[in-house]
């Protein structure tokens, strides 16, 4: 038998989206790929499509859905080969504050020593960053309308999911038919950024891959060596460290230099809701951060 992912699981970097695999996972109907970013059908693998398969949905044991995890948004060239191997799929849309997303990807970056530069260099250079380009939603998401409906695609948001969890899930549960009276355990934020001065990053640089502390797998349950109050000791420490951060990165992006690419942002985002008919008013930061605007 022949497997084809019929949902797939489009997401930015920092969004969410590896939560959403790994909560979905736990549902009986669904069998998701092992691997949170398999890039099954990245133009790369076309020659080991099938095998990528056969390994990553080695598991399946007949279920109704089986999930594919590795679509982001901004590599929107894979639509269309998507959509010749999977025409009746659905779409899972993982979406986080463009601003919110954008500046946790940077500390993301900082941390894993992929990024240098200070934030106003990059938003000097504008739309053609990948940092601000992964945070136009509507503009990549259009390619993937050129070939489904609108109906096949459920916007989540980070905001929502972390709000209402179970709600949040059961409307995903319903979305893909499968049962939704599945009681999934909350077992809190998962893949947390931490700061690169972090002594708990430096030491383990935990946050480079799936071996996070707060990163577990699917297939592979894991576990620290750390006792676990030295784990949360350290784990706390870094996350205050990284609010700290943001809150400099955030004061920063109220001045000129900035304006005309947010701007563009909160275009994008209107865009957005008229096209799905949502409403994303709790974005607090794309729709306040403004020149002259209230602290947020």
């Known amino acids: 038998m022949e497997l084809k992912p019929n949902l797939f699981l489009i997401g930015a970097p920092k969004t969410g989206s590896y939560s959403m695999w790994y909560y979905l996972s736990k549902h009986p109907e669904i069998c998701m790929c092992k691997d ?19 390994t990553q949905f080695s598991h399946y044991k007949g279920e109704a859905i089986i999930g594919e995890a590795s679509l982001y948004i901004p590599e929107d060239e894979n639509a269309e080969r998507v959509f010749q191997m999977c025409p009746d799929a659905k779409f899972i849309v993982t979406l986080r504050d463009p601003i919110d997303r954008l500046l946790s990807n940077y500390q993301y970056r900082l941390g894993r020593g992929e990024e240098k530069r200070e934030l106003s260099e990059i938003f000097k250079n504008g739309l053609n960053e990948s940092l601000i380009d992964a945070s136009l939603y509507y503009k990549h998401l259009n390619a993937f309308l050129k070939y489904y409906p609108k109906d096949a695609f459920l916007i989540i948001t ?6 209402d969890f179970e709600a949040t899930l059961n409307n995903i549960f319903k979305f893909i038919n499968v049962d939704a009276n599945v009681n999934i355990e909350n ?48 784990s706390t420490k870094g996350i205050k460290e990284s609010k700290l951060e943001r809150k400099k990165l955030e004061n920063l992006l109220k001045g000129d230099p900035f304006q005309s690419v947010i701007k563009a942002l909160q275009n994008d985002t209107k865009a957005l809701e008229r096209c799905f008919d949502i409403d994303l008013s709790n974005w607090v930061y794309i729709n306040k951060l403004t020149k002259g605007d209230i602290d947020i």
């Open 187 to 234: 077992e809190g934020k998962l893949n947390v950024t931490m700061s690169s001065t972090s002594l708990f990053n430096k030491i383990f640089r935990w946050n480079k891959g799936s071996k996070n502390w707060n990163r577990p797998n699917i297939t592979e349950q894991r576990s620290s060596l750390l006792p676990d109050f030295i784990r949360n000791y350290l």
């Open 158 to 163: 980070t905001e929502n999911f972390q709000n």
């Open 36 to 54: 949170k970013e398999p890039h099954i059908f990245s133009e790369l693998n076309d020659n080991y499509r099938e095998a990528l398969l056969a």
